[in-house]
């Protein structure tokens, strides 16, 4: 009989806020190991507040249990980070494996190498010295999900990946996606595109910073679900 293996994440009355105003409250919750787990919901639902819990980058009280080794890398919507960052998109990419090397250490071959697959992977190479803020907003995306990669951490979190993507983009990051949790991997994918959340392994579906639903994507991504979350309310 084989056995269902433990989540990467076990979360438990896990709630998070800015400033003493808590907007996520997430009574349970599990991001199953080794796939890929998309989470949904309206604008201001609390989908990167979660990230960042999940990371760690934002406190949160309650029981996180993880069980996976080493640091989690966080992909930021690219919103977040200032397009004028003055660096070439491969030392962009190559600030994923600070967290091995620390920043001024030198590159190494194993460094080298996993920078060079990002880059291919998500078909950059040929922009490897152009200034990141010569790039379309695009092609940044794929910088960023780029340095998410070198990192080659056990979890790794990308808040909105294919925004602005271009058909050609989404499928790049996708595959890459996929490749992650064929390398036993785990991801979790915050999305607002709802055919790609399908093709997720598992779905969490917040709503005014709680879960409203989670289990397969078939399963919580019904039409009367869209229709009740995104249907605009008077209150
Ligand atoms: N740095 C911040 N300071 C104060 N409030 C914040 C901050 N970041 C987010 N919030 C608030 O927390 C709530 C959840 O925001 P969050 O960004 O997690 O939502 P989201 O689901 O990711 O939204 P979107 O789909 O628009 O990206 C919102 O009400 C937002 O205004």
């Not at 920078?115 to 960023?144: H, K, P, Y």
């Not at 990192?151 to 996929?178: F, K, S, T, Y």
Request: glycine share 8%; net charge positive.
């Amino acid at each position: 009989m084989s056995s269902v293996p433990p989540p990467a994440v076990a979360l438990s009355q896990v709630r998070a806020g800015y400033r003493g105003k808590q907007v996520l409250d997430v009574a349970a919750a599990e991001i199953p190991r080794n796939a890929l787990t998309t989470v949904v919901g309206p604008n201001g639902a609390g989908k990167s507040t979660l990230l960042a819990a999940l990371a760690g980058t934002l406190p949160s009280n309650g029981a996180l249990r993880s069980r996976y080794s080493g640091r989690p890398a966080l992909v930021p919507q690219h919103s977040a980070v200032p397009e004028a960052l003055p660096c070439t998109v491969f030392d962009a990419v190559a600030m994923g494996r600070w967290a091995e090397r620390g920043p001024w250490r030198k590159l190494k071959t194993a460094d080298r190498e996993a920078i060079r697959e990002a880059m291919d992977r998500l078909e950059i190479t040929a922009f490897a010295n152009r200034r990141l803020s010569a790039l379309s907003g695009g092609q940044r995306q794929r910088v960023l999900v780029a340095q998410g990669l070198t990192q080659h951490a056990n979890l790794l979190l990308l808040d909105e990946p294919d925004a602005g993507a271009d058909p050609h983009a989404r499928r790049l990051i996708a595959e890459a996606v996929r490749a992650e949790t064929r390398e036993g991997r785990t991801v979790v994918q915050v999305s607002h595109d709802i055919t790609e959340a399908r093709r997720a392994d598992h779905c969490l579906l917040l709503h005014r910073g709680r879960i409203h639903a989670t289990g397969h994507p078939g399963d919580v991504l019904t039409d009367a679900a869209i229709n009740e979350l995104w249907t605009p309310r008077a209150d």
